[in-house]
Each structure stands twice: as C-alpha cells, then as structure tokens.
C-alpha cells in the first residue's frame, strides 16, 4: 500500500490518497480548499497515473469534506460516509460560512458504508469500523495486510477526538477505541486526521486519555 498525505487548509487537516501498482486510489478525507492545494492534490494524482475509485469520508465535520465538490467534480468519484453523520455532511454549506469559508454545494453520497465492509482498492482492501463519540457516524479505516489505520479524528498522536460537538459522547468514544482500536497489533501505523503518525502500541503504552 502506498500512501501520500496532505496538510490543508486552516484547520491543519491531514487528507491521504491510497493507492496501490494498479493505480487504484480512494481518496481519504480531502480538505483542499484553495486553488493551491486542490492543484497539489490533482498533480500528484496525474504524476502517479491514478485512478480514483471514490472519496472515502471518515466523518463529516466540515474540515474533512471541503474538497470534495473539487474531487467530484475532478474525477467524476462517488462520495462514501456513514449514515449517522449524514446530517452534518447536509450541513456543510451552512458550517463553512461560519468559518468564513465557501462551498457552493455537496454532492450527494452514493454509499453509505457500516461496520465491517471491506472496501477494495485493486489489491489492498479497507475494513470499516464504527467507532462513533467524535461524531456519530465516525470511522476508521484499517488495512489487516498493511497494519494501517485512518482513524480520522477518532485517535491522535497522545490524544483523541473531541467529543463536545453535535452528536459527540466521550464514553462513547473511548469504548470504541479500546475495544475496536486498540486491540489491533501494536504495530499498526496510525494516520490520524490532524497531526503526526503514530502506532497503536505508542497510543496504548502512553496516551494519556486511555
């Protein structure tokens, strides 16, 4: 599996596109939201000759969804998200312009993923897991061949999610870590949506909120 990340916008957010030799992408919570950064994003996707298979959103708070008017309309991609943050993706629009930001309009989503599909990206597959208290319909994303892990929010380096936004529950949410996230193998490199990489075995020997 090979893996590229991007820093964007204000809010520092870390957007992934995961491919594999065949050029199949997923696109992992796009947050480009300038000129600038929607040309980084397209320039590595045609240096690499990808294909991008969708826009796979680990939850819908308005930092991971602000480039994927760009995605869609760039690569004519389905968007995919679980259904419970289905209300805060419908609100995008509304959430930029509180931060002084600008989305015309999102495209629907065409899939609504739930806890345990596997999602195929030429040879490398994704596993869903549900780990909602970020948001309610947050998820992480784990490869079992590549011991890797796009937790979105849910799990930071020495952190985790916030959980006082609408839908959020931080028992909830720390449930779900111990029991979906930090059972995988202590080698399992996590690529959180804000911050540096991690592992598991670094977040279960240190992390302070577990």
Same mark, same amino acid.
């Given at each position: ?24 992408? !997923? ?5 480009? @939201? ?10 590595? $996707? $045609? ?51 509180? !931060?002084?930001?600008?989305? %015309? ?22 596993? $869903?897991?549900? $780990? ?10 784990? @490869? ?12 930071? %380096? ?38 540096? %990489? ?13």
């Amino acid at each position: 599996m090979k893996i590229k990340s991007f820093v964007f916008n204000s809010f520092q957010e870390n957007t992934f596109v995961v491919h594999d030799a065949s050029g199949e992408a !997923f696109i992992i919570d796009p947050g480009c @939201s300038t000129p600038d950064e929607q040309k980084k994003l397209r320039e590595y $996707v $045609v240096d690499n000759h990808l294909h991008p298979l969708a826009v796979v959103l680990t939850h819908g708070h308005i930092d991971h969804i602000l480039g994927v008017p760009f995605c869609v309309n760039e690569w004519h991609v389905p968007v995919w998200i679980h259904p419970a943050d289905g209300f805060l993706y419908r609100q995008a629009v509304a959430y930029a312009q509180i !931060f002084g930001l600008t989305i %015309s309009s999102m495209p629907d989503p065409e899939r609504m993923l739930d806890e345990g599909e596997v999602l195929r990206c030429g040879e490398e597959c994704l596993e $869903v897991l549900h $780990v909602p208290g970020h948001s309610p319909g947050g998820i992480a994303l784990y @490869s079992r061949a590549g011991q890797v892990l796009f937790p979105g929010d849910i799990l930071f %380096s020495g952190s985790i999610g916030r959980s006082d936004l609408p839908g959020g529950d931080h028992q909830l949410l720390v449930d779900g870590i111990r029991r979906k996230l930090l059972v995988l193998p202590e080698s399992t490199v996590v690529w959180p949506g804000h911050g540096p %990489s991690t592992t598991i075995g670094e977040e279960k020997a240190g992390n302070p909120y577990l």
